[in-house]
């Protein structure tokens, strides 16, 4: 009994070695005729940065200057069928609306290290991602 469809493989990337780490797991799992997804997620500016009052193509250039970086870093992983997303909002919303929009059969995302007092007070990421999604979440501890 196969638990999940990878024809479509999401990962949420942070920059993290764990991430990295990840996208090499997502890389394991996918068949030829995988698509392995990764997205990153920029918090909103507040209304009052000056970048959203002066200039009203900041998150364009925000997510730009992301996706350049994700692409240097993704560069020497030697993946192919990769899609990159660069995003805006809530993490853990964005990344189970978008594993819904393309019909993820898997998300692939590292936990933190945080410490539980840490956890308790601002939650953590990959927790909300599994109540969220709309499909099978692999969370891999870190340094595993």
Same mark, same amino acid.
């Not at 493989?9 to 996918?30: M, Q, R």
């Not at 997510?63 to 870093?73: G, L, N, Q, Y």
């Given at each position: ?5 990878? %024809?479509?493989? $999401?990962?949420?990337? #942070?920059? &993290?070695?764990?991430? =990295? /780490? ?5 890389? !394991? ?41 994700? %692409?240097?870093? $993704?560069?020497?992983? #030697?993946? &192919?069928?990769?899609? =990159? /997303? ?5 993490? !853990? ?44 979440? $692999? ?6």
């Amino acid at each position: 009994m196969k638990w999940f469809n990878n %024809k479509r493989i $999401l990962v949420p990337f #942070d920059f &993290s070695d764990a991430c =990295l /780490d990840a996208i090499g797991v997502a890389k !394991a799992l996918a068949v030829d005729t995988s698509d392995i997804h990764v997205i990153h997620v920029l918090e909103n500016l507040p209304a009052t940065s000056p970048l959203s009052i002066w200039d009203p193509e900041a998150d364009e250039h925000r997510k730009e200057t992301a996706r350049k970086a994700i %692409k240097d870093k $993704l560069a020497d992983l #030697d993946i &192919s069928n990769v899609h =990159l /997303d660069v995003s805006i909002g809530n993490p !853990a919303r964005v990344v189970a609306d978008l594993a819904k929009d393309i019909e993820c059969g898997l998300i692939i995302i590292p936990s933190n290290s945080r410490s539980t007092i840490e956890r308790f007070l601002i939650g953590s990421v990959a927790e909300r991602v599994v109540r969220l999604a709309p499909c099978p979440v $692999l969370v891999l501890k870190n340094g595993v």
